[in-house]
């Protein structure tokens, strides 16, 4: 089985940073591309960015130039470091990993339980 933990949200004023963290755990042979997704109230749940375990990344159109993805293959982490923020990010921020668990086995993927983001204006 496998854990997906996210931490580093909380409260900013429009403008500032935030840094959030996620970290799969348990019985990984290979994490694979790993990803950030936001969830506003009344919304759908959106891609943010993500990741390949090459280094490759991908962006949402409304958080480029503003937000970076990164990740640490050795400690299974990935990292979303947010500048100028704005109200419209305020979402609860979802880390997404797709795991192979032995090797030959089907990759799976693996949500975390989300952190909220909250940008006051």
């Known amino acids: 089985q496998v854990q997906v933990v996210e931490s580093g949200g909380g409260l900013v004023q429009a403008g500032g940073s935030l840094r959030l963290f996620c970290v799969a755990s348990?019985?990984?042979?290979?994490?694979?591309?790993m990803g950030w997704y936001r969830q506003a109230p009344g919304k759908q749940r959106e891609l943010v960015a993500t990741?390949?375990?090459?280094?490759?990344?991908n962006y949402a159109d409304s958080v480029k130039g503003r937000f970076t993805i990164s990740r640490d293959n050795a400690k299974n982490t990935v990292y979303l470091q947010m500048n100028s923020l704005k109200p419209e990010d305020t979402a609860v921020y979802y880390c997404?990993?797709?795991?192979?668990?032995?090797?030959?086995?089907?990759?799976?993927?693996?949500w975390g339980q989300g952190t909220q983001v909250t940008v006051s204006s």
């Open positions: 997404n990993a797709d795991v192979t668990e032995r090797l030959g086995f089907v990759p799976l993927e693996y």
């Open positions: 348990g019985t990984i042979f290979r994490v694979n591309t």
């Open positions: 990741i390949t375990s090459a280094g490759s990344t």
